[in-house]
């Protein structure tokens, strides 16, 4: 079993226990990968968990692996499940690797159930710049008031608004989420996490980029496999947990 992001199976039981869900809870994991965290949240907790991945190679194995659980290979941006279905969602190490963060945070808000919750786990940069957090905002905002002609848009053309540098600036990210609909229920460094993960991977393999090229299913690009393949040697980078609840009414 390979968990290719900080924190592991311990940092996903941390976050149950913090978000609190009920028990039976239908629960999905979007960026399932090889589906472990499905398999712990079914095994464990008695979930009724689901797991979806963009990488048809990753939802293979995950069906492999875990015959008995339900796999299914989506984008985070348009999942094929009803509104209001679930009670908890996890991104863990994912939200920062779709290609539309808004889209898919909008898509998981759609999702869940009155109530239902959000657990995030990604990297984020710490003491961002003013002024490079004033100039990403307006940047994304040029890019996205600029008029489209036909081919303009790219497969990552549309602004981010909370990302600088491929790691979320935290305070950008909240104030996008509550904008939302969202209410911020817990928010915790996890830092530690991040630091030992590079360690562990370097001590196994020699460098993070080998450790990557090691466990990157073939024809995917590391970077966009896991957040944390090109970044979590940077020292201006911490991991965080963030827990959001849909509101009951």
């Known amino acids: 079993m390979t968990i ?8 996903t039981k941390k976050a ?4 609190a869900l009920p028990q039976g809870a239908r629960v999905l994991d979007i960026g399932c990968g090889e589906g472990d965290t499905v398999a712990l949240l079914a095994s464990d907790y008695g979930f009724n968990a689901t797991g979806v991945d963009v990488s048809t190679e990753l939802i293979d194995k995950a069906k492999s692996r875990h015959p008995d659980l339900d796999f299914h290979q989506m984008e985070a941006e348009l999942l094929d499940f009803d509104s209001k ?7 863990e190490c994912s ?11 909008f898509e998981a808000y759609c999702l ?4 239902g919750k959000l657990i995030i786990t990604d990297l984020y940069i710490k003491n961002p710049d003013p002024a490079a957090v004033a100039q990403m905002l307006n940047e994304a905002a040029e890019k996205a008031n600029k008029p489209r002609a036909y081919g303009d848009c790219a497969e990552n053309e549309k602004p981010s608004f909370v990302m600088l540098n491929d790691a979320f600036v935290v ?9 939302m609909g969202f209410i911020l229920e817990h928010y915790e460094d996890e830092s530690p996490a ?14 993070l980029e080998a450790y ?3 466990v990157t299913p073939e024809g995917e690009d590391p970077a966009s496999y896991c957040a944390c393949s090109a970044f979590s040697n940077k020292d201006s980078l911490g991991y965080f947990l963030m827990i959001l609840k849909k509101p009951a009414t």
């Open 95 to 105: 939200l920062s690797v779709f290609r539309l963060h808004e889209d898919a945070a």
């Open 4 to 11: 290719i992001r900080p924190g592991g199976l311990a940092l």
């Open 16 to 19: 149950i226990e913090k978000a």
């Open 171 to 179: 305070d950008e990210l909240a104030g996008m989420l509550e904008d």
């Open 112 to 115: 869940l159930k009155p109530g």
């Open 212 to 214: 990557f090229k090691a």
């Open 194 to 207: 991040l630091a030992s993960f590079a360690a562990e991977a370097i001590m196994a393999h020699g460098s």
């Open 85 to 91: 279905s679930f009670d908890g969602i996890f991104m």
